[in-house]
C-alpha cells in the first residue's frame, strides 16, 4: 500500500526566504506526483505536476524535483510572500491503480 | 463561475437522516471522484466514476452511494448519516487517458452530523 508522507507538519518563515517542502512516498512505481495548495476553507488547487519519466518541474517561483527511486519530491518557492501561506499537499499516482494516495500536507505560514 | 460546483457548502444534519450532496463541472471531463478530508488524516477516496457507466469504490466507500446521472453530474449520498461522517467533501475531475492526470477540486462541502 502506498503510503505518502509529508514533513513538517507545520512550517514558518520570514518573508522573503526561499524555503523547501518534502514529500515522500514508499512504492516507486508511480505515475505521477502532484503539489497542490489549500487555503482555509477551500478546495485544492493544483500547482505542479511531474511525470513519472521528469525529474522537474518549474511553474513562477514554484520548482518540484522528484527522485523517484528514493521515493522523494520537493517543492521549493522561491522569495516567499505571505501569499504564500496556505497548505501544501503531495499526492502520486500509482502505476496501474489510476488513483491518487494524498499526504497529510505541511502548513505554511510567511511571516511578513 | 466554478469549473467544479459542489452543493451545499455547508449541511447540519442530525444522526440517521439521509444526505445528498451534489457535483457539477463544466470541463468535459470523464473522471470524477469523491473524497473526505479529515484533519491528520488527508484526503480519502470514498468513490471514483471514469465514466458515466463506471462506478468504483474507493477506500472508505462503507456507508456511502454514489450516482453518476450524466458526464457533468456525480452525486454522493449518505443512506444514514452518522457522527463520524463529519468531515470536509470534495468533488474532483480530471482528464481520462491521453491527458495530464491533473485533478481539479470543487470548492468543498463542510458536512456536520450531531
Known amino acids: 500500500k502506498q503510503e505518502v508522507t509529508q514533513i513538517p507538519a507545520a512550517l514558518s518563515v520570514p518573508e522573503g526566504e526561499n524555503l523547501v517542502l518534502n514529500c515522500s512516498f514508499t512504492?516507486?512505481?508511480?505515475?505521477?506526483l502532484q503539489w497542490f495548495r489549500q487555503d482555509p476553507g477551500k478546495g485544492l488547487t493544483s500547482l505542479l505536476l511531474i511525470q513519472s519519466s521528469q525529474r522537474e518541474q518549474t511553474s513562477g517561483r514554484l520548482n518540484a524535483s522528484l527522485d523517484k527511486s528514493s521515493g522523494r519530491s520537493t517543492l521549493y518557492i522561491a522569495a516567499s510572500q505571505p501569499g504564500d501561506s496556505a497548505t501544501y499537499l503531495c499526492?502520486?499516482?500509482?502505476?496501474?491503480?489510476?488513483?491518487?494516495?494524498f499526504g497529510t500536507g505541511t502548513r505554511l505560514t510567511i511571516i511578513p | 463561475d466554478a469549473d467544479v460546483t459542489q452543493t451545499p457548502r455547508n449541511r447540519i444534519t442530525k444522526t440517521g437522516k439521509r444526505i445528498m450532496l451534489e457535483c457539477s463541472q463544466t470541463k468535459g471531463h470523464d473522471r470524477m471522484y469523491w473524497y473526505r478530508q479529515d484533519p491528520g488524516l488527508g484526503l480519502r477516496l470514498i468513490y471514483y466514476s471514469f465514466d458515466v457507466k463506471d462506478i468504483n469504490k474507493g477506500e472508505i466507500s462503507d456507508g456511502y452511494s454514489v450516482s453518476r446521472q450524466a458526464q457533468a453530474k456525480f452525486s454522493l449520498s449518505l443512506e444514514s448519516a452518522i457522527p463520524n461522517q463529519t468531515a470536509l467533501y470534495f468533488c474532483?475531475?480530471?482528464?481520462?487517458?491521453?491527458?495530464?492526470?491533473?485533478?481539479?477540486f470543487g470548492e468543498g462541502s463542510r458536512l456536520t452530523v450531531l
Open positions: 499526492a502520486v499516482e500509482r502505476r496501474g491503480n489510476e488513483k491518487l494516495t
Open positions: 512504492d516507486s512505481a508511480i505515475y505521477n
Open positions: 474532483a475531475t480530471s482528464v481520462i487517458s491521453g491527458g495530464s492526470g491533473e485533478l481539479f
